[in-house]
């Protein structure tokens, strides 16, 4: 059964995912709290309002006992009363006070706003608007009263409503969503807007990337040429120019097919690394530019290890790591060596130099597109080279160790077993030499 792919979601794509999966969760969890805020808010206020009216019906039993049938209900309307409150009459109307021959509702409502300049019926009318709304909130609490003769009849009705603190935080989950909006938003118009720079830092930086890889065999070219020019006839010299020239047409073709496999599956097979890194030493030694130093190239290899690799995307990896190993490097003496051995399952590749080494501060940088210390540099080189090896191969790109004294750089990628070649491939050292000039 063939092995599916797994897909993986760019890096962008899943910051994005994680902001609105953690913008939901703070949503729900918010109003999760609220809501049982909210609920034990409204049982604390109908047990206040249940206290009210046992006092009022005790305060009544109390009157019945000792002969008075009346009971003054303001009683109930303390300035403890933080909620909404009317007192009705049984039928559900307001009670009304006209004493002294004044229409006052005042001694039956609490924390409920009335104009008192208006008309006694106009406030009537308000009264039994707000009475209503409260009986669909809530159903009204009964106020009983003992007669003389032991009977209980119907006192007052108490209508009540959420209070303020509760109102209020009904809407915390919208205020809470809003902002919640605006910081998703915000976050994603501003990771939008990093994500563009530093896509237009990438650009540019291929484009840098491009000129500097074409540079090289260009330049070795163009050298070549004005050697023919000036020595045509030393045969020897002509054949050796003609090989070099090979080479560099060989190069320019191996850096069009790197970028055209960018963004595409890699296609690996089993190579012996010693032969890509052979490959890599064999081109640079006669190109580095020396600008007063001499920087030597060197391979060590205890005995071949085999690994599934893109020849032509590795390749990039050791020659981008060369180049920042000889920029590194500030004295007459350079040396750079390729250390390749096998442990485990695993094929491990050294690069090491003797250069400046890399500052501690930024350290944790090199890997990060468009980070360079170089003043004309853009910061591609390693980020290539460790989007090759990781993303391409499955491998690890690790600074192992770096100092005055050098830095070495370490590739660990899987090991294979070498394959079973028969007559029709030829002899192993025949493999090999076809294997190097596709290098």
Known sequence: MPRLKQIRLPVSANLKLML???????????????????????????????????????????????????????????????????LAEPKGTPKVSTYGGDTSFAGFIKNVP?????????????????????????????IMEANLNGDSTVNSLIYYDDG?????????????????AMFVLVAYLSFSHIKRNEQSNIWVGMAKETAHQLGTPLSSLLGWIE??????????????????MERDVERLNTIAHRFSKIGSPAQVQPVEMGEVLRGVVAYFERRLPHLGRRVTLS??????????????????????LVRNAADAIDHVEGTIRFVLHRSGSSAL???????????????????????????????????????????????????????????????????????????????????????????
Do not use: C
């Open 349 to 439: 590749i050294d690069v090491v130099d003797n250069g400046r080494g890399i500052d501690p501060k930024v350290r944790k940088d090199i890997f990060r597109p468009g980070f360079s210390t170089k003043q004309r540099g853009w910061g591609l080189g390693l980020s290539l080279a460790r989007r090759i090896v990781e993303e391409y191969h499955g491998g690890r790109i690790t600074v192992k160790q770096t100092g005055p004294g050098g830095t070495t750089f370490r590739i660990r990628i899987a090991a294979v077993e070498p394959p079973v070649m028969d007559d029709a491939e030829g002899t192993g050292s025949e493999a090999s030499e076809v294997r190097e000039r596709e290098v």
């Open 227 to 244: 050697l023919l020019r000036y020595m045509p006839e030393d045969t020897e010299q002509v054949l050796e120019a003609a090989g070099e």
């Open 164 to 180: 303020r603190m509760i109102q209020q935080l009904r809407f915390v989950p919208l205020i809470g969503i809003v902002i919640i």
């Open 20 to 86: 609105v999966v953690l913008a939901f969760a703070i949503v729900a969890a918010t109003l999760v709290y609220t809501q049982g805020l909210v609920e034990d808010l409204k049982q604390s206020e109908r047990r206040t309002v249940q206290m009210y009216a046992r006092m009022v019906q005790s305060l009544s039993s109390s009157d019945a006992m000792q002969g008075n049938s009346s009971i003054d209900v303001t009683a109930l309307i303390d300035s403890s009363v933080e909620f909404p409150l009317i």
């Open 299 to 320: 391979l060590e290899a205890r005995a071949p290890v085999w690994a599934a690799v893109n020849v032509d995307l590795f390749a990039w990896v050791f020659e981008n």
């Open 114 to 142: 009335l104009d008192t300049m208006l008309p006694a019926w106009r406030q009537y009318n308000e009264l039994q608007e707000r009475i209503e709304e409260m009986g669909r909130s809530y159903e009204p609490l009964t």
